[in-house]
């Protein structure tokens, strides 16, 4: 059985704290203790031993933090499932060669069944004879099929034993994600209070940050920007937040630079993290700045031909569905252009959404940057469509507050990024549509909608 000896240590010394607010009522590190012990034995009675592959599926609760806490001291491969992810379950239970199911209802109920699938799958052999706990978490898919990466569990584990900050915190991120996952770790590791949310919507979530006392909220561009669009900034007291951590996508400056100007008291944080090597350690360098140094102990970091590239002792194993994407001395190549300046880096987006306009590069968040400031515009998402002259052109995907004709739009764009953007820069397609573009982990989808 994996040790966690130091954490119910923690747990002890701290019996009496509160671990976490669901559903408005507070559970205390006593309480996360005996669910612990109480999984255990109910997971020993429905035959569920080490080695076995188990999915966890539900939101965040009492009974889902106690069950993963048990999963890994019984050294189980555990793959987390989330409602955002619903149509494809079946799919990922398939890859993942899932033999336990446990679902964990809305009231925390949970039921256990069993399915007649074996392990076949080589990396998951390989984990299950060292006899280490594992993780398995599946990408978003956004740029095609969705990839499962297989983690040992415990190099995971082994930043967490470090004491740090202690914060209580919103699980905004969601349990089948990286920053979930990490978020999750890090506050109980330092017996922190763990707040959830029912919905994840500007106002639920600023409303519980109030009622709360929320001190840290660790989100993603995307959802940011949307608090600013409903101004629900202005319905909340949110003078406890402290800390308001985001990644997962490039933020726009233009965002950052509001949100600064709204909460000046709140340090925004950028975060760097990848499903296959973990959670770097981050630091901004000003507030208000997208410069960031990353990495720490268990990290390397380097950059080739404006790519950055990462070594991680917590690195994944590999992946169940794909080809190992590490190089022969186990760099991981992020697809991430960056700018350097020193042991600085700026993160200007994914290679992979780079528009290219007759051989001139055009990182999309760069143009959405400029297109935010436009009167009437809610939302936009840039990204790319074929030119048989120029090879590509840049497409902007609009949502409006209040409804504009297309060439109006049209004409406006053309004379709001004249000073602001080189001509190459400036979209040459615009579309104009009502559906949400972003996914359900409140990260920005540029795909082509409809043509207009």
């Known amino acids: 059985m994996s040790n966690l000896k130091w954490l119910h240590e923690r747990f002890e010394q701290n019996a009496h704290k509160q671990f976490i607010i669901w559903n408005g009522t507070p559970y205390l590190y006593k309480d996360l203790s005996a669910e612990i012990a109480q999984w255990s034995e109910k997971l020993k009675a429905n035959n569920v031993v080490a080695g076995n592959t188990v999915s966890i599926e539900g939101d965040y609760s009492p009974n889902t933090v106690a069950l993963l806490l048990a999963l890994i001291e019984l050294d189980t491969i555990i793959i987390p499932l989330t409602s955002s992810i619903e149509m494809h ?38 984990l ?66 763990i707040v959830t949310v029912p919905e994840r919507n500007p106002d639920t979530v600023l409303r519980v940050i109030e009622k709360e006392k929320v001190e840290l909220l660790p989100t993603s561009p995307t959802f940011l920007n949307l608090i600013l669009i409903s101004e629900a900034y202005t319905r909340y007291d ?46 901004s360098r000003e507030p208000k700045s997208l410069w960031v140094k990353v990495g720490g102990e268990g990290f390397e970091t380097k950059v080739e031909n404006g790519v950055l590239l990462i070594k991680a002792q917590s690195a994944m194993l590999g992946y169940l569905n794909a080809p190992s994407p590490f190089d022969a001395e186990g760099w991981f190549n992020t697809d991430d252009a960056v700018e350097v300046d020193g042991e600085w880096i700026k993160i200007l987006g994914r290679q992979s959404e780079m ?67 080189a001509s190459y820069k400036v979209p040459a397609k615009i579309v104009i549509v009502d559906n949400d573009q972003y996914s359900q982990r409140f990260k920005k989808m540029r795909r082509a909608t409809q043509n207009v």
């Open 89 to 126: 379950k079946d799919e990922f239970r398939e890859i993942a060669q899932v033999q336990v199911c446990i679902n964990v209802s809305d009231d925390d109920s949970s039921t256990i069944t069993h399915t007649k699938r074996s392990i076949e799958n080589p990396l998951l052999k390989q």
């Open 128 to 193: 299950v004879e060292q006899g280490h706990p594992g993780l398995v978490l599946f990408s978003s898919g956004s740029t095609g099929k969705s990839k499962a990466a297989l983690h040992d569990f415990s190099p995971l584990l082994e930043k967490f034993k470090k004491p740090r900050h202690t914060f209580v915190s919103l699980t905004f991120l969601l349990l089948d994600h990286i920053g979930g996952i990490n978020t999750l770790l890090y506050i109980l590791s330092n017996t922190g209070t």
């Open 238 to 283: 949110l003078s406890c937040l402290k800390r308001v951590t985001y990644g997962t996508e490039v933020m726009p400056q233009s965002t950052l630079d509001k949100l600064c100007e709204i909460l000046p008291n709140v340090e925004f944080q950028q975060t760097y993290g990848l499903s296959e090597l973990g959670i770097l350690r981050s630091k």
């Open 355 to 421: 528009i290219n306009v007759g051989g001139l590069k055009v990182y999309p968040v760069e143009v959405e940057n400029v297109l935010l400031g436009m009167p009437n515009v809610k939302d936009v998402a840039v990204m790319s469509e074929k030119n048989p002259i120029t090879g590509q052109i840049v497409v902007a995907t609009f949502n409006l507050f209040e409804s504009e004709d297309l060439p109006s739009l049209r004409k406006r764009v053309r004379e709001y990024c004249k000073d602001r953007l």
